[in-house]
């Protein structure tokens, strides 16, 4: 499968964006594999930052919980990821991925998407 994630860009604090991770080549592939969105900051190690479950139950790391939405639209194969009240330390490269649960915690993937990068700077 073919992760392509876009939507990333420069936003000003306290702006938004909307992240999308469109999969290829296996038809409805969030209906069968729960998925993440992953950043990776200069510096840092990459992070599971919110998950969702192929029945739609998420998850949220405490430093976005209450500001970014993950969702998804089956139909589309398409992955969200809603950031508000955006902040610089949300700096990073944004990435998608998918598998089982414990795939996702322990970020055992055979690839990467290229990621979108997110800047938040006045």
């Known amino acids: 499968v073919q992760l392509v994630e876009s939507g990333g860009g420069l936003v000003q604090p306290g702006g938004s964006l909307r992240l999308s991770c469109t999969a290829s080549?296996?038809?409805?592939?969030?209906?069968?594999?729960?998925a993440g969105w992953y950043r990776q900051a200069p510096g840092k190690q990459r992070e599971l930052v919110a998950s969702i479950s192929r029945l739609g139950s998420t998850s949220y790391a405490d430093s976005v919980k209450g500001r970014f939405t993950i969702s998804k639209n089956n139909a589309r194969n398409t992955l969200y990821l809603q950031m508000d009240s955006l902040s610089p330390e949300d700096t990073a490269v944004y990435y998608c991925n998918y598998g089982t649960a414990e795939a996702l915690s322990r970020q055992d993937f055979e690839s990467w998407g290229q990621g979108t990068q997110v800047t938040v700077s006045s």
């Open positions: 080549a296996i038809r409805s592939i969030f209906t069968i594999a729960a």
